[in-house]
């Protein structure tokens, strides 16, 4: 389960061109001035915190701090034991 | 010890302006500047074939050292878009370009972008097996040829170059040993399709920032270095975006990752070799690592050591 802060952590590691500790969760990096090479960077930090390789068909889902939360909320709920 | 005595480079004087093409596509300078890295794409002539481009870099050189035309006993071309169909193979080309003799040995290697530090083993390893002394590592893979320009995501990548690496005895540089590794079920995601390349950016960038800073590591812990004994990394100029990608995840040595491709873009199997003939005569640097990574997709590190007390003045 990744937390918000963790998705934060990872956007600051990317070094994109944005404050990622107050950048709000639900605007799209789109709509932030971000490029898909920028997102390309984020998942690339995402993958190393999660060990989880990130299909390129989820890439265009993937476009908000609140959408990669939900994102791993939900693979985290079909990991995890009934 | 057969090691690099000289590097040259041609790069042809036409080009496209890169601002000016990224402009058709939505593209701003930042992101022509920041992200891709090419400013201008150089461009072979119409007419100018895969060996043509070969000859001129080895005339260069040829010109530029001591070595003469007699003395080359192999020639090797690293290109996977050769002159016509790739059959005879380039390197038989420029063999009768250039009128070289007929005991020089002559093949090609069909690589892209790791191309030139499996060539560099490759060479090494043909020459010391056969006995010779001397030859020739051209690298030329002029990516116009396979170009779509209504392709945003390869137009404004590539350009066209070529080089001549000429290993041989009491080198200036040693060549080590060399790692490799092949993604062969990623391999469709840079392939050539009804004779245009097509490419996954995001498949591509993933696997060289994922597996290329592994694989410097895992040199460096074989050869019992750490980064901070590396003067230079010269690795594939891909894109500014993927040689950034890679430096960051070496922090402390992040400067000594050379990014240079504005005047160039990237050229394949071109563009470790452009940069090693640009540095390889600095005094301070002692030591280099190259990785080229790509088409396959493959992956290819080896280490440079120069050899101080045998410089050999060419």
Same mark, same amino acid.
């Given at each position: 389960?990744?937390?918000?802060?963790?998705?934060?952590?990872?956007?600051?590691?990317?070094?994109?061109?944005?404050? @990622?500790?107050?950048?709000?969760?639900?605007?799209?990096?789109?709509?932030?001035?971000?490029?898909?090479?920028?997102?390309?960077?984020?998942?690339?930090?995402?993958?190393?915190?999660?060990?989880?390789?990130?299909? +390129? @068909?989820?890439? /265009?889902?993937?476009?908000?701090?609140?959408?990669? +939360?939900? +994102?791993?909320?939900? /693979? @985290?709920?079909?990991?995890?034991? @009934? | 010890?057969?090691?690099?005595?000289?590097?040259?480079?041609?790069?042809?004087?036409?080009? *496209?302006?890169?601002?000016?093409?990224?402009?058709?596509?939505?593209?701003?300078?930042?992101?022509?500047?920041?992200?891709?890295g090419?400013?201008?794409?150089?461009?072979?002539?119409?007419?100018?074939?895969?060996?043509?481009?070969?000859?001129?870099?080895?005339?260069?050189?040829?010109? &530029?050292?001591?070595?003469?035309? &007699?003395?080359?006993?192999?020639?090797?071309?690293?290109?996977?878009?050769?002159?016509?169909?790739?059959?005879?193979?380039?390197?038989? *080309?420029?063999?009768?370009?250039?009128?070289?003799?007929?005991?020089?040995?002559?093949?090609?290697?069909?690589?892209?972008?790791?191309?030139?530090?499996?060539?560099?083993?490759?060479?090494?390893?043909?020459?010391?097996?056969?006995?010779?002394?001397?030859?020739?590592?051209?690298?030329?893979?002029?990516?116009?040829?396979?170009?779509?320009?209504?392709?945003?995501?390869?137009?404004?990548?590539?350009?066209?170059?070529?080089?001549?690496?000429?290993?041989? &005895?009491?080198?200036?540089?040693?060549?080590?040993?060399?790692?490799?590794?092949?993604?062969?079920?990623?391999?469709?995601?840079?392939?050539?399709?009804?004779?245009?390349?097509?490419?996954?950016?995001?498949? *591509?960038?993933?696997?060289?920032?994922?597996?290329?800073?592994?694989?410097?590591?895992?040199?460096?812990?074989?050869?019992?270095?750490?980064?901070?004994?590396?003067?230079?990394?010269?690795v594939?100029q891909?894109?500014a975006?993927?040689v950034e990608?890679?430096a960051?995840?070496?922090?402390?040595?992040?400067?000594?990752f050379i990014l240079d491709l504005s005047?160039?873009?990237?050229?394949?199997?071109?563009?470790?070799?452009?940069l090693?003939?640009?540095?390889?005569?600095?005094?301070?640097?002692?030591?280099?690592?190259?990785?080229?990574?790509?088409?396959?997709?493959?992956?290819?590190?080896?280490?440079?050591?120069?050899?101080?007390?045998?410089?050999?003045?060419?």
């Amino acid at each position: 389960m990744l937390t918000i802060e963790q998705i934060r952590n990872a956007i600051k590691t990317s070094e994109v061109a944005i404050d @990622a500790m107050s950048m709000p969760v639900d605007k799209t990096f789109s709509d932030l001035g971000l490029d898909s090479i920028d997102v390309f960077n984020i998942i690339i930090e995402l993958q190393i915190i999660t060990l989880i390789e990130i299909p +390129y @068909a989820d890439i /265009k889902i993937l476009q908000s701090i609140e959408k990669i +939360y939900q +994102y791993f909320e939900k /693979k @985290a709920s079909l990991q995890a034991p @009934a | 010890m057969i090691g690099i005595k000289h590097i040259t480079s041609y790069i042809p004087a036409d080009f *496209i302006d890169n601002f000016e093409q990224g402009e058709k596509f939505g593209e701003s300078r930042d992101y022509i500047i920041n992200k891709i890295g090419a400013h201008r794409l150089p461009r072979k002539l119409n007419g100018q074939e895969t060996s043509d481009l070969a000859c001129c870099a080895i005339e260069k050189l040829l010109k &530029e050292c001591t070595l003469s035309q &007699e003395k080359m006993q192999a020639l090797v071309v690293v290109t996977q878009n050769g002159d016509g169909y790739g059959l005879p193979h380039t390197s038989a *080309i420029v063999h009768k370009k250039l009128g070289l003799c007929q005991d020089v040995a002559t093949f090609d290697v069909s690589l892209g972008c790791s191309g030139y530090v499996y060539g560099l083993a490759i060479l090494k390893g043909f020459l010391q097996a056969s006995g010779l002394k001397s030859g020739m590592l051209v690298t030329a893979d002029p990516y116009s040829k396979i170009i779509d320009p209504t392709d945003r995501i390869t137009t404004l990548l590539f350009g066209d170059a070529a080089t001549a690496t000429w290993l041989g &005895e009491d080198a200036l540089w040693d060549v080590g040993r060399p790692t490799f590794m092949t993604d062969s079920y990623r391999g469709c995601h840079l392939a050539v399709n009804k004779g245009k390349l097509q490419m996954n950016g995001w498949q *591509i960038f993933n696997f060289a920032a994922t597996n290329v800073p592994s694989h410097i590591n895992k040199m460096l812990d074989a050869e019992n270095l750490t980064a901070e004994d590396v003067d230079c990394f010269f690795v594939h100029q891909g894109t500014a975006a993927i040689v950034e990608a890679i430096a960051k995840k070496f922090p402390t040595v992040r400067e000594r990752f050379i990014l240079d491709l504005s005047t160039t873009g990237n050229t394949v199997s071109s563009s470790i070799p452009i940069l090693l003939e640009k540095y390889y005569k600095e005094p301070s640097i002692k030591r280099v690592l190259l990785s080229g990574f790509g088409v396959g997709l493959s992956l290819a590190t080896i280490l440079l050591d120069k050899r101080e007390e045998r410089y050999v003045n060419d």
